[in-house]
């Protein structure tokens, strides 16, 4: 099984600022990998599909990048709704797997 | 509209099984690879199963493999989920999810999720 690991667990900032989230492949995925975000009581929400192509109606803010191993969800500058949880998730060889979450946080 | 509801959730007892649908709404669920992805309570996404378009493949994670069976109806337009042999830890947040047809990853619709309790 393929693991997920993103960091920081936890992000505090205020908004305006750049945020910054990992998510680390235990063996490469290719590009296939993909970030959501969900909010209290919501069902996520995807926002990257195969690495960095934003999906529907995400905003431009949100931009995704990295190969292989080694992937970043990069918000340009957080708005007050973005602060919730993100998850990355991988599928690879038919199996897929999601990171534990980053939680972002309002500073 | 697009949608996806789940139903089936409730209380159940520790060693006996549940069954749960997901019906869609507003799309041709034929057209589409589906999953189970579930959540427990204050924890992470964890992905259960995929079943392809036609039903003839289906995938399972490891977690569950031997306990899950997962199948569908497109003409009904439903998916259907059944866990046997049910543990505590099977106490989640059970969504269907819809594959992204441009996409290898990456899941565009989800349910608003069942809850099910194992208790």
């Known amino acids: 099984e393929i693991v997920l690991t993103q960091s920081p667990a936890t992000l505090s900032l205020s908004p305006g600022d750049r945020a910054t989230l990992s998510c680390r492949a235990s063996q490469s995925v290719s590009r296939y990998l993909a970030w959501y975000q969900q909010k209290p009581g919501q069902s996520p929400r995807l926002l990257i599909y195969?690495?960095?192509n934003r999906a529907t109606g995400v905003p431009a803010r949100f931009s995704g990048g990295g190969s292989g191993t080694d992937f970043t969800l990069t918000i340009s500058s957080v708005e007050p709704e973005d602060f919730a949880v993100y998850y990355c998730?991988?599928?690879?060889?038919?199996?897929?797997?999601f990171g534990q979450g980053t939680k972002l946080e309002i500073k | 509209q697009q949608e996806l509801v789940e139903s089936g959730g409730g209380l159940v007892k520790p060693g006996g099984s549940l069954s749960l649908s997901c019906t869609a709404s507003g799309f041709a669920l034929g057209d589409f690879y589906m999953s189970w992805i579930r959540q427990a309570p204050g924890k992470g996404l964890e992905w259960l199963s995929y079943i392809s378009k036609s039903g003839d493949t289906i995938k399972y994670a490891d977690s569950v493999m031997g306990r899950l069976t997962v199948s569908r109806d497109n003409a009904r337009r439903s998916l259907y989920l059944r866990l046997n042999s049910l543990r505590s830890e099977d106490t989640a947040v059970y969504y269907c999810?819809?594959?992204?047809?441009?996409?290898?990853?990456?899941?565009?619709?989800w349910g608003p999720g069942t809850q099910v309790v194992v208790s």
């Open positions: 195969d690495a960095s």
């Open positions: 998730h991988q599928r690879f060889n038919w199996q897929s797997t």
């Open positions: 999810a819809r594959d992204l047809p441009a996409a290898v990853a990456g899941f565009d619709l």
